[in-house]
């Protein structure tokens, strides 16, 4: 740009400094409870963190005791040491007295008033009043969004889709009377080019299930549309406008290719009157805008762009460290900024096609969009501007004044599903990167924000944080989550053939292997596709008794040179397999999804698992290799080190056949010891694909020995033998126990006492507590009850709901589960399929009748046809906590809700179960969360989110009572218990002489 | 002292500095090996630790070879890199190459070299001449010290005392004809007043039992004194004159008291021609030299002090460290030679009494003994100066020349025992703060080195080092091990009147306590005296299968509020306890020397480690406590938490019966666990003191029941009653392997899987290497195998001896053993006493009954005569590694002894048992010890110390195999066994909203 521009864009942006510094947003105005709240959130993190989980619940609570105990909670806890004033004299009262309950209507009506600021009205018609009164005073135009809880099922679509008509209906009838802005028509344009009804809406609540299929995405598109097309064609009809919210990037394709879709669509291709939002913090935000003009120029379409900065960026860092994949957002502000600037300027240009519509509260930013629109003479009907209702009203004056264009955002609706919305607003307030705060809380100069930001993020360049280093595993580089796979094109595509190319490989031959020789089999077992049963995936000729004898010994003998092995070679074969299972994923997870009846999620999750198991048991041991000092004096040095075992059994379930078999059997070799592995009968072709992993990496001989098989027969000889010093197993409560007590007696000769590391049942629950947010929750948890059928030991199988949330919730609840498509897992649409058997299905449907005598049934979700081990999914109410259903596992789709009166009953229906697994709450009570970490007697406790897919390293794994022995899974205890620990203390005093310094003569 | 003074000091000093500095110490002469080796050692630390353990090993190596070998292993490690020169050609080649073996010659040659500046002659004959040359040419007189191997037996003492006695002959028929010196008088006096023969020696040569017989101390003196009079009568006889060398700390009173005690025999009484050593480098010379000056005032003494600042200056920090006791030197440098002017002071003003021989190579001190002399008055016949043969050639001319009356000190033999003096003169001279260093090769300032160290003392005061501060236990405090008992004149009294007290206290009445309350017994059982079984300790009214019953049900209904008491609140009633213990400690004692049969050391060592269970579980309790961060991320924390497990059984051994079960017992406790303890039947009484120390600190009822009685019956109900969670176990094999068994099973409405640790049996072995030092093997070895009659798991009874060190191994160990001492625990002076019951006995002969089958008796030590269950101990050799007596574990006195050719034999028997506990290994060569760390399968092992007396924290101690299942004790990962884990996984991410900053408008 010449400096003659900047010099423009510099004038302009002072001009509009100029009028808005004659005041102050009211936001920040401290005589306001709500400007005194902004200044203390702004001064101390704590607070602010606080505050803003308090206005979060804050619309939950129904009665000022609850809103009281809450305060205090968040305010007044004996850590806490928040000013006095804001902790509002709650500090040392009891939230039902008097004093305690009139502070806490005293704030709820503060906190309304806070959400007024940014709300415009609770429906479209008391919103008017509001719209009116600034379209005559000021002359601004309008669009209005309708607040709206998450969307959860099809019932809460279609209530969706009626109120979007609704609301172009009833606004359509109301601005009928009302002057045209720019032209003063009555029922007119405004600036006479642009309709009165204008609305913004989230694809989001198009489509309730369009973030779990995005594996499927052309489905979710085509039902997207259907929910789309009503609301466009009424809009058209009644002369609206329809602008398209963009959402976090989970989103993003799907609201992208939806836009587009329906844009191509004939009856849409030639309509100007709707939009989308932009985010131009995003770092892929000019490739795929150039991707969009393109689009644009070729189909010939007339659009608006929304063009903003973003506002998901909190999220979008968390999720990308989450789930590690690269930050997808500007980390610096100025790149941001700069970023805007190109977008506006590539939109301005495409002006033929895009309507720029320029949504920025920087005055650096609008002067810029001004200039540049101005250079490139974009006609006025092309450019307008864009603004948050309630943000700053001075910059708004600005605007207008210098008669700009300017249409704000009137968000409508209740204060409950409005509180995400108030949050995000009093955030992008807060934050001290905000051009608002800078401008006008904190003074900074106004040259200084004029800059062209281009050249300040040159200055300060983009500096990437990432994970950082991992000092615990020396070279070997920081240990991170397998991003998780991304459904594009080409991967869909990828995986759909291996699919294909799986299927083709039917029946698979699979035989024991020892000592790395394929050995001759005994009787022969087939295995089965669960959804096509009539499908052989594998033909085995099984292990016995013999074999595993064979195994054993083999195993033995290469224990001698395994043990000694050096630990970092040992993890190099790990992280080799790790490579192979990476290059091989979409094989590998075909397979889990015909033999294990796996969903394409599930399926391709399973891949991450066993990669991450690999990458990280190998890290642990060569962390664990450094020999830890107990204590390190003059004349004496004490360290620990560890050894392993000896031989170990392995014997693995069906429904993690792949990860945690490998899992398991890493576990064991990288800590030295060596392994006959038994995959369970349901899943012999994974097992093979277990070894096929281990013996591609060219692990000694012997290490690694395969005997598929029944678990009867082998599991017991492999169990007992002498030469076993320990066994490794997920599974069935009574196979583990089982083990345990055959394990008890140590055989004649044995080298050592059995070691039993055993993973078994649970019978998990969720609370939800009363002020629990459902919107939150509903996802979460209808992933932990039906994700793969309920074939999970973490599976939540009790949801134990406070009555104050219980309607609320079960309503919610029952929609989503009905809402769940069923199908064959090879179809990437299902959510449900199978189950592993006919004997789990009829054990299932077992308990099912229990429940029909013991409770009520809610619903039993979607028809399930076909020829599949299909159970349909079952929920149920009214179900006492000692029901065979509430106490037993299932292992299925089936789950019981209970309703308990308060916490502590929830707290002992949920321990009330010989199992002690995972476990979960939804609640926002500080207090509630702190006691259930305290008595919530569970293995893993998951505070707001599901209770399934644990994460390596950050979510150890495993249960305690009736749920397992042993240490927990994917954490930093695993791997010692697959060793002996040595102490070595040395005397390193001789001859008066230890390393230090003397002080004689 | 008045400034005059010091400038008289000052100008005398400058006097000797001017003599001395004309030429350089050869020791620091770099045209020598020996000079490059110590400028080396001087810049580089790490090679100085080689270098001089190196040297302490090379007199035990007998080839070139062997020579090279070590050469390799000491300087050219991959880890080291030492200077070329210094690796002397050896980094490539291998031992038995020629290159190697020259260099090996070569060096062999400069190391005797070396000793040679030091060490006068291998006998007194080839001294005589160096002496004799030295007296004509300089005038000097000189002490002769044979230099002598650690006397570890009776035998040995014999041969030293009949060493002396030739000495002091031969010397004397040797200078008949020397002329004296300052008179020439043949055979007279030198300079008129004192004997030309001069011998030093050390206490610890007299009495070899000295260190263990702390307890017994007047029975030790007597027995030194029996070889102390017939030197003092030869010398004596033939007009020598005898100095007693001072020794470390643990020497001191008996030295001093050996030394008082023989001058006040009458036949000694007037004979000024005896002296001691005095090391001013203690922090409290001062006082006990002001005790001495009395004795010798009062009792007209007249003896010789040789004042020396001190040579274990390494040795006494070591063991202060080790023992946590305070350091008792000083550890700053002028304090040390400040002290040193102040006792020299005292002594020359008490010269009546007194002659001074003071022993200094600092100029500054001895110039303030001369003006401090001279101020005084003294006689010349009252002082003299001492100083050691080759370390500062240029020293000993000033202070010739300065016609001081010099002796030196000339130790005589050969290299092998030489090497320990050896390497502490080169120490010496090495120290960044010797003065020889400092003045002669370091270039400091005459003026500053002639300052007075009072005041330079003020500037830079005493730092006590001490333990650092362990911040992992926050505000509690460091844990540190309880100093050991020191016995003086005050504790023996008070241990023997605890004895008498305790006495009358028998039969003490047990019975169970269930809930806090006593309860009716059934059957009676009686405990008794090992020692003297006709004395009745205890009468039980034994618990049955009810009282276990009740026992249990108390401890499950105190289990609820226990489990959420604070950790912080458990740990406080363990330091509560401990306390209590402290405060009894000679009461409990005494009452394991009646029931247990502990001698006197071996009582008050448990009674510490009683201590230091309570105080470091408690601590661990409250680190463990605090949660552990598994991963903190925005939007999610991670974090491990623990939880108790419930109801646990303690079952507790006879032989640690005080310490074994409180730690047992606390570690269930402190974790929120409760317990139901049983005692073993033969020490019923311990376990009822266990029981006290518990109530005594008022521990809620029904967290600690008390149930004595018989193993079958109540062991039995309390390891399989379905609500008892796990059982803690420490005993045999054979009851261990059946807990395990029958906690295999899970009863029917158990709550969990039961757990157990069980601490079982041992076949330890100690490996002798072809270069390990017997000096500072044998008695450690003795401690290993005989202490407590070899009742402990830990106790070695397999002594693993390479060829080429076992004759002289086998003999040295016979004569040690037949040394011990035979007697009922009670009398202090006793090793060795009872085991614990017949059926002890009758086992214990079996094994010796098939040692003499198997192999050859080397010894049964001591006669052992009287009413207890007295086994005398049992030494064999040619024993197989398979015989039974190799193989099977004894729990009493009988070692065997299996020559092996090589180390990896060595190890491969060592291996060779069903057990893993402990192990040791005493060896010099690096290469040897690395390869233990690795292949020795124990789970402790001990290098170059003895296998018994794990220290809490610094010694984990547990092992595997059939020695036991569970973390080590004493160590910070066996809590964590104790309880269960919980993973909390918290979403912290709201309505958008995660502790970060956002980065939007």
Redesign the interface.
Known sequence: MPSDFEDRVRKTGLRLYDIAEKSKPSLFRKDYWTGKVMDVSMKN?AFK?EM??FV?VFPYLTTPESVARHIQEYFCRPDQHFPKAMQWGLSHVTPDSMTARMAAKSISKNITTMGKQFITGATIDEAAEVLKKARDAEGVAWTVKILKEAVTSTQEEEEFLDGQINLIERYSEIVTNWPALGTGEIGGLDWGFTPQVNISLMASCLYSQYLTKSCAMDYAIDRAKERLRPIYRKAQQLGAYVMMDMEHLPARRFTLELFKGINDESEFRDWPHNGIAYQA?MKDAEPLLADLVKWAKTGGHDFGMRLI???????E???A??YNYPVP?????HE?DASFERCAHTVLKSHRHMQLKCG???IRSVAYVIETARKLGVPEDRLEFQMLHGMAENLRNAWTKHDLRLRLYAPVGEIVPG??YL??RL??NT??????RQSFVDGAAREAMLRDPASLAKDSPQTESGTPADSEYGETGPFSNEPPIEWDVATHAAFAAALENTKSSFPRHVRPVVNGVPTEGGKTLMSTDPNMPERVVAEVACADAETVEFAVAAANTAFTEWA?TPAEKRAAYLFKAAGRVRAKRHDLAALLVYEGGKNWTEAQADLNETVDFLEFYGREMIRLDKPRT??E????S?R??Y?P?GVGGVIAPWNFALPISVGMASAAIVTGNTVVYKPASQTPAIGQAVHDIFSSVYLPNGVFNFVPGPGEEIGNALVTHKDVAFTVFTGSRQVG?GI???????PEDA???K?VI?EMGGKNAIIIDSDA?ID?AVGPIIQSVFGYMGQKCSAASRLIVLAENHDKFVSRFKHAVETLVFGPAEDSRSDLGAVIDAEAKAKIETYVDIGNTDGQLLTRGANAEGPGHFVRPAVFTDISPDSRLAQEEIFGPVVCIIKVDDFEEALQVANGT?Y?LTGGVFS?SPAN?ERA???F?????????GTTGAMM??????G???SG?G??AM???YL?QFM????????T?????????????
């Open positions: 993190d963190q803003f989980r979060d913090y900065k973003g506002a998901f960026w909190d999220e860092m968390v999720l460290n989450l957002v500007f980390t610096n502000k941001t920025s509260h920087n509180m995400a949050v995000r955030l992008e934050s001290s990167e905000s051009f608002l000694v107990a204590s004096r003059p004349g004496e004490s620990l080190g050894l075992r126990l345990i007590e055959k394990s008890g007696p140590t080298q050592q006492v070691h055993a947010d939150a010989p002690a926002r969360i970490c305290r008595e007697l569970v293995g893993s406790l998951y505070i707001n989110r390293k950050r979510h150890p794994f495993g305690f009572k009736m022995v240490s927990k954490g930093q205890y010692p002996f620990t040595r102490t070595i203390v040395e005397n005093f001789r001859s008066g002489f230890a390393p230090m310094e003397a002080a004689t003569d």
